[in-house]
């Protein structure tokens, strides 16, 4: 019983992670379109002037790192979810 209980909970597991690779990549993606969109209504633009795409790039650039760190970092090892427990008594 305790088998299927703990294979249950690494498959729940596994899929919230592939959830969040998965949510990542669409992130990604939509980064890039938008972005690329951006540079090239300033590119055809008759006055280019200053490259104000980058604020975008950017700010949305900071969101897509730590996006991508919270979908790729490792899962908790249970040495420290136990010094967590203890810790909270």
């Known amino acids: 019983m305790e088998a299927?209980?703990?294979e249950q909970s690494r498959r729940a597991r596994a899929l919230?992670?592939?959830k969040k690779k998965r949510e990542f990549a669409t992130h990604?993606?939509?980064y890039v379109v938008v972005n690329v969109f951006l540079i090239i209504l300033w590119a055809t633009a008759?006055?280019?002037g200053f490259?104000?795409?980058m604020y975008p790039l950017l700010g949305w650039g900071i969101g897509i790192v730590l996006h991508g760190w919270d979908a790729y970092r490792g899962e908790p090892t249970e040495e420290q979810i136990r010094k967590e427990?203890?810790?909270m008594g």
């Open 4 to 6: 299927n209980a703990e």
């Open 16 to 18: 919230r992670r592939l």
């Open 28 to 30: 990604v993606a939509v």
């Open 46 to 48: 008759d006055d280019r």
């Open 51 to 53: 490259f104000w795409p």
């Open 85 to 87: 427990m203890d810790r």
